[in-house]
């Protein structure tokens, strides 16, 4: 953490939820966020709990958002939703480039881009994802990897735009798997992170939060966001139980 930047802990909730559950978890969240001090939350959710998560947040300090995006405002996109009905929602995020988007529906670095790019120019804070897999870290290519996929967001939106954004450090091999990356190996990604951003602007560089995502869990997230470049995480299955949720926030505070 640095005192500089506000941290965030954003819940990526995939596709996880039903009614009723969500409103029992978001009802206990309300309650526990007191707690966060200084740090921010979010929760990123299924498109059809949007609604959902608006009216049970919208009085309250907790921010929500959506985990994917089009990169297309309008026509004939079957099955996609796009940035301004984010908007209407009161969507401050909007989850792009996951790993599991990229993995499964095959999302490149230019798809990735593209649909940050549409999420700035509505108004959405992108939540960039990052992150080498298992078989990259091994061959010894993470830098290379998480350089490759964050210099295409930024060649798309440009500092400026980095800005408006937040950055997360997924390691693929990390995700769901409870094998999280050592506070050490994270902070040495997000200080690369920091200094690809700082060659193209060092204020933005100063200024951006930079997540780490992959089994964060409320015993592991106060060392890691222990770390200077560290501002918060990205969770998933912890953002499904409130009392682990919460305790990951407070851990951020
Ligand atoms: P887990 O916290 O379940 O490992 O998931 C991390 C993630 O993918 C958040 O986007």
Redesign the pocket.
């Known amino acids: 953490m640095n005192p500089y930047r506000t941290p965030l802990v954003a819940g990526?909730w995939k596709l996880n939820g039903s009614l009723a559950a969500n409103a029992a978890l978001l009802a206990e969240i309300v309650k526990g966020a007191p707690s966060f001090g200084r740090a921010q939350a979010a929760v990123c959710v299924p498109f059809p709990y949007l609604a959902q998560v608006q009216a049970a947040l919208a009085a309250t300090p907790i921010a929500w958002g959506a985990q994917n995006v089009s990169d297309q405002a309008s026509g004939a996109f079957t099955g996609e939703v796009s940035c301004d009905m984010l908007r209407e929602f009161g969507c401050r995020y909007v989850?792009v480039g996951?790993s599991e988007r990229r993995a499964i529906y095959g999302e490149g670095d230019g798809a990735v881009a593209a649909k940050a790019k549409a999420a700035i120019a509505a108004g959405l804070c992108p939540i960039v994802?990052v992150g080498e897999t298992l078989a990259e870290r091994e061959s010894g290519v993470t830098a290379d990897v998480v350089r490759r996929q964050l210099a295409a967001v930024i060649d798309a939106v440009g500092a400026q735009g980095i800005a408006k954004s937040v950055i997360a450090y997924?390691p693929v091999w990390?995700?769901?798997?409870g094998k999280t990356a050592t506070p050490d190996q994270a902070q040495e990604v997000h200080a690369l992170i920091r200094t690809q951003v700082a060659d193209a602007d060092a204020g933005v560089a100063r200024g951006v939060q930079v997540l780490y995502?992959?089994?964060?869990k409320a015993g592991n997230a106060r060392d890691l966001f222990a770390q200077s470049d560290i501002d918060g995480g990205?969770?998933?299955?912890?953002s499904l139980v409130a009392a682990d949720f919460l305790a990951i926030c407070a851990a951020a505070s």
């Open positions: 990526n989850i996951h994802c997924e990390a995700i769901g798997t995502g992959g089994s964060v990205l969770i998933g299955g912890a």
